[in-house]
């Protein structure tokens, strides 16, 4: 275990649904990540918070909404994806912003329907 | 823009083989990281190695970095079934923080 955790694991969705997917990092770090990772294309960073504060939104369509309510807690709320959205999606985490070892979660795999 | 690029894209060895990863960048870099993957799971740091450093060992790992010919290396030797997995290189961005992860080598062990 990395002390990075996200749920759920597994999520379907319809293209009109709103969910929430969650990542919480027991380690203490000042620095959460969201990546996407897709089929045969290398992992695309969505999201960087460092300090609760969004320091990177890499041109994410903005039916990805991330939320940083505290330094251990990150979610990204889905509204009005489509089918191509659907990936794994991981969070990740380092003890500040920079070019500093990232320690990620299982991922979640999306599914868009 | 993609930085970092592995090569070969997949590798079949037999148990007790060593296996060679390589990965090519385009700029300058701070550090050099190697992360593993297994199917359908989260990376797992392996090891970083700094723009100053040549080789760094960590058990059966081995890395290499040549700034000049801007390339890294991850020797894995005597690899096990349980080395079975994809394999990225990532550097640093052109905005602090962001590391930039190639497409990976897709290793596979037979037993």
Known sequence: ?113 | SQQGEEDPQALSIQEGENATMNCSYKTSINNLQWYRQNSGRGLVHLILIRSNEREKHSGRLRVTLDTSKKSSSLLITASRAADTASYFCATAGSIEGNLIFGKGTKLSVKP
């Open chain 1, 1 to 113: 275990e990395t002390g990075v955790t996200q749920t759920p694991r597994h999520l379907v969705m319809g293209m009109t649904n709103k969910k929430s997917l969650k990542c919480e990092q027991h380690l203490g770090h000042n620095a959460m990540y969201w990546y996407k990772q897709s089929a045969k294309k290398p992992l695309e960073l969505m999201f960087v918070y460092s300090l609760e504060e969004r320091v990177e939104n890499n041109s994410v369509p903005s039916r990805f909404s991330p939320e940083c309510p505290n330094s251990s807690h990150l979610f990204l709320h889905l509204h009005t994806l489509q089918p191509e959205d659907s990936a794994l999606y991981l969070c990740a985490s380092s003890q500040n912003r920079g070019w500093e070892t990232q320690y990620f979660g299982p991922g979640t795999r999306l599914l868009v329907l």
